[in-house]
């Protein structure tokens, strides 16, 4: 794979690892992406910072014909010891076979708004007006792939102050663009709180857009406690009082548990409902966990339903999955 340059541009700046601190790490997001999700009644930030997580996932659908492309970037910052210590992975779907390109942690100082993402060894971050992210790179070696962000399609906040926005974008790999859409999602929490909950972004042609959420990993599988947003003809349909039902599993002899292919996501009222099934997966446990099931941490791609609307459109997308 050819190497290319960036390209350069008055409104855009690449954030280089040596000037982190003194950019406090170029800004990736919404108009002020500068600030995290809002808190639950709109109250500002803690001044004693007791450790939070704040997670920003950046998750790319193909729309192409020829081949199936995903690549989800998950950009994670947690606060609360005498530093700040960072997580940036990527992954790379193509087909059915997945390609764990990245994984990189480490930590800096603490600084006021460490929520920022920063770019880090081979991760390249392109920011242009009003700190919006124009594009996202991975550069190492022989291998390029840069993930580039267009205009906003649609934007719901949920109610503990999380934000999704859906953009066009194109992921360029060799010289050659592909179309998709992308989804820029942002969200915090105590780290007490545990891990944040299981999500999934679908997709059906340019008609329809959708995610669907668990609040959090501990008690996400009670009953209503998922909650979505589906973008439909332009427009904006949010549900609550979603229930997830896993509707088959496999054995996942690493973790000594099973995990879910097949799942039944369906309001109370039976509005909406997810019917959804396993196309590939990639899943790693983790060895070092206490105890005898051990925790789990991975993406499916999927394919199924969603019945929205009285409309019933055949979907194809991403579901994040944490078991702990």
């Known amino acids: 794979m050819r190497l290319r340059s960036v390209r350069p541009a008055a409104a855009s700046v690449i954030c280089a690892a040596a000037l982190a601190m003194t950019l406090a790490g170029c800004d990736a997001g919404v108009p002020d992406a500068g600030a995290p ?3 639950p009644g709109g109250g500002p930030e803690p001044a004693a910072d007791t450790g939070r997580v704040y997670e920003r996932s950046l998750v790319f659908l193909g729309t192409g014909t020829d081949s ?6 998950l950009l994670s910052v947690r606060t609360g010891g005498d530093g700040v210590q960072r997580r940036n ?9 997945w390609d764990p390109f990245h994984d990189d942690v480490w930590e800096t100082p603490s600084v ?17 007006d009003g700190d919006a992210l124009e594009q996202i790179s991975f550069v190492e070696g022989g291998r390029r792939l840069d993930l580039t962000l267009d205009s906003s399609r649609a934007e719901w906040t949920g109610r503990r102050g999380e934000t999704f926005r859906f953009l066009g974008g194109g992921l360029v790999l060799a010289e050659r663009r592909v179309p998709g859409i992308v989804l820029d999602l942002n969200r915090t929490r105590d780290v007490a709180e545990g891990e944040g909950g299981n999500w999934v972004v679908l997709a059906s042609g340019d008609s329809l857009l959708a995610v669907l959420h668990a609040p959090l990993r501990e008690g996400s599988d009670a009953p209503g406690a998922w909650r979505g947003w589906v973008h439909l003809d332009f427009r904006d349909i949010p549900v609550a009082s979603l229930t997830s039902r896993w509707s088959a599993v496999r054995a996942f002899d690493r973790a000594r548990r099973d995990v879910p292919v097949g799942w039944t996501i369906a309001s109370s009222d039976g509005t909406v409902e997810a019917v959804l099934e396993a196309r590939s997966s990639i899943l790693a446990a983790d060895e070092e966990g206490d105890g005898p099931l051990r925790p789990v941490d991975g993406w499916f791609e999927v394919d199924g339903t969603l019945l929205v609307d009285g409309g019933e459109y055949p979907v194809h997308g991403l579901f994040r999955h944490t078991q702990g």
């Open 37 to 39: 999700p809002a808190e």
């Open 68 to 73: 199936v492309f995903g690549v989800p970037w």
């Open 89 to 97: 992975r990527g992954w790379f779907l193509r087909g059915d076979v």
């Open 112 to 128: 006021r708004a460490p929520w920022r993402p920063l770019p880090h060894g081979p991760l390249r971050l392109v920011v242009g």
